[in-house]
């Protein structure tokens, strides 16, 4: 899973006693499914404008020819997010999770209706903007809406319908990716459709309550027990009550400790030195994650296809399809291997897997780049006033190929009888690429080696999402003290779309500078870093108390093979 959201990890019992409880009382899975389609939506906006970017840049030719203005288009729903989860926390506080959902309804809708009728890049990417302080907000709200509304005994069940919601957003949005294909609009539906649903949790949201938890905060403890009574048996709710009445005195007695403004919080935290040494495994588990790549993949996956050398939209998006899909199977095996493996155990795996995809699809690209196609000379040069003009300008065009064609800024045109035969090297526009006949590659060249990119692309993916994808967030929910989890989990999350941030503003501007190659081996050694510093820093949390937690990173924590050594030590000393 991508980015933003918190998960709860259900226990093994809790799925049939969840399916027992909302077959007894369907008012809870109404709550539940109602704010879960802000995950849906988060999901469907990460996956939606990897499809839609490859038609956009054929509607503009600014967009085609200028990589940042690509990366902007993306990436600007990220820096929307970073804002939304900010505000999203105070709006939620201050006037209930119930408004901050309605509100990222209405900012996800507007954002998708600009973008279906902008009229210019500079409107998608305001588009961009409002669609990202939504799914920011919703990041924030939903989860916690589904946690304070449903029972304690199948709230991970719950709330983890969130998280697979959000794969299966992404895969929702490449279906319809594909079925856009073929219309007019293209883009402008894939875009804007993203309304409906955004429209719908709006009607639906505006029948249901506030949470019991916000509202008994508020004094409004009349309307809370009424619907506590709509979640609890009769003989549950006074007990129920209770417990709310403790835990919301126990919430605001830490607010007293360590005081009830952001700075106050982020003094108190740091000064800890359990919090801190929590925070340097929370942060480097978000930030890990997403310099893993996972998310150029998720937002560049057609493109990522193309650079294999299938240069076919409709190719692309369907076998980023297959991507998608894996990435929802690796969450549902998360959720059955993360207790009985561990938390540290999986994500270390996880990667060793990712590495070796990253370094192999480093290798593939290489391979493809030395064995491409090369440019037929006397084809090339006897089409007058459309031959590359830096082909033409360089003495050495004998030893061209299709490589050296794209990155020079051209297009390159197969042969029409075979499209692994030499093409020509024309200038890149839209006439050139009208008037050829056979294949137009303008992103990456035909290959035999494309097919095993893809394949990796798959096995990467099936690397990443058992662990990397959805562990991080289960350790930043089990390694901070429970009065400074709220802070300590929203400074990981920040460090998470940060990471985000950089990851897509800079995948295409890399690849261009780098090659396909040199970008995939560039992350892969991220990741090397990146598993050196689980590796130091990481413990193990799985089945442990908070107390057995606070007691390991108080002491400092220390690898297994670190504390043998000082064992071997202390027996000779």
């Known amino acids: 899973m991508v980015e933003g959201g918190n998960i709860s990890k259900p226990d093994k019992t809790e799925f049939t006693e969840c399916w027992k409880t909302t077959w007894k009382t369907p008012y809870i899975m109404r709550l539940a499914l109602s704010a879960g389609i802000g995950g849906l939506l988060f999901g469907y906006d990460t996956g939606v404008i990897s499809g839609a970017l490859l038609y956009i840049r054929e509607d ?16 600007m729903a990220v820096a929307g997010a970073i804002g939304g989860a900010a505000i999203g926390g105070w709006i939620s506080d201050r006037f209930g999770q119930k408004r901050s959902n309605l509100l990222a309804d209405v900012l996800f809708s507007v954002g998708a209706l600009v973008m279906a009728f902008a009229p210019a890049p500079v409107m998608i990417i305001l588009g961009r903007i409002l669609v990202g302080l939504g799914v920011g907000m919703t990041s924030m709200t939903a989860p916690l809406y ?31 990716n594909l079925a856009f294909t073929k ?47 709509k979640i609890f048996p ?25 005081g009830d403004n952001l700075i106050q919080k982020l003094k108190s935290a740091l000064s800890n030195v359990v919090v801190r040494r929590g925070l340097y495994a929370g942060i480097t588990v978000q930030v890990a994650q997403q310099f893993s790549g996972i998310n150029t993949v998720m937002y560049y996956s057609p493109k990522i296809v193309q ?8 190719t692309a998006l369907a076998l980023s399809l297959i991507t998608s899909g894996l990435n929802a199977i ?11 493996y561990g938390r540290r155990r999986l994500m270390l795996v996880s990667m060793v897997g990712i590495i070796l995809c990253l370094v192999s699809l480093s290798i593939i690209f290489l391979e493809a780049a030395s064995y491409a196609l090369k440019v037929n000379q006397f084809d090339t040069n006897s089409i007058p006033n459309s031959t590359c003009r830096s082909y033409i300008s360089t003495p050495k065009y004998s030893s061209w190929n299709c490589m050296y064609c794209l990155k020079v800024g051209c297009g390159f045109c197969s042969n029409t009888a075979n499209e692994y035969s030499p093409g020509t090297c024309l200038e890149l526009n839209t006439e050139q690429r009208d008037w050829c006949r056979g294949t137009w590659f303008k992103d990456g060249c035909p290959s035999e080696f494309g097919f095993l990119a893809v394949v990796f692309l798959g096995f990467y993916i099936l690397s990443y999402s058992p662990g990397m994808g959805t562990v991080p967030w289960i350790v930043n ?97």
């Open 60 to 75: 503009f030719e600014q967009v085609d020819r200028k990589t940042w203005l690509q990366e902007l288009i993306v990436s």
């Open 146 to 176: 589904i946690f304070e509304a449903s029972p304690a005994r199948i709230r991970g069940t719950l709330v983890s319908t969130n998280g697979l919601l959000i794969t299966g957003g992404q895969f929702l949005s490449y279906l319809i």
């Open 183 to 229: 219309t007019s609009w293209t883009w402008r539906w894939m875009l804007g459709i993203a309304a409906v649903p955004a429209l719908f949790q709006l009607v639906l949201m505006l029948s249901l309550p506030e949470s019991p938890r916000w509202l008994y905060r508020q004094n409004k403890e009349e309307e809370a027990r009424s619907i506590l009574e």
């Open 234 to 258: 009769a003989n549950e709710v006074d007990d129920e009550m209770n417990a709310l009445k403790l835990s919301v005195e126990a919430e605001k007695a830490d607010e007293h400790a360590i």
């Open 307 to 314: 650079f294999a050398g299938f240069a076919s939209n409709e």
């Open 330 to 340: 690796g969450s549902i095996v998360s959720m059955v291997f993360v207790d009985r």
């Open 477 to 573: 929910s089990e390694i901070y003290p429970l009065r400074y989890r709220g802070i300590g989990g929203g400074l990981a999350a920040v460090s998470n779309w940060i990471s985000n941030l950089i990851v897509s503003l800079t995948f295409l501007s890399l690849t261009k500078a780098l090659g396909s190659a040199g970008t995939f081996f560039l992350f892969g050694g991220v990741c090397v870093i990146g598993f050196s510093f689980i590796y130091w820093l990481v413990p193990e949390t799985e089945g442990l108390p908070i107390e057995e937690v606070e007691k390991i990173l108080e002491s400092g924590y220390k690898p297994k093979l670190l504390r043998a050594k000082s064992k071997d030590k202390t027996q000779f000393a």
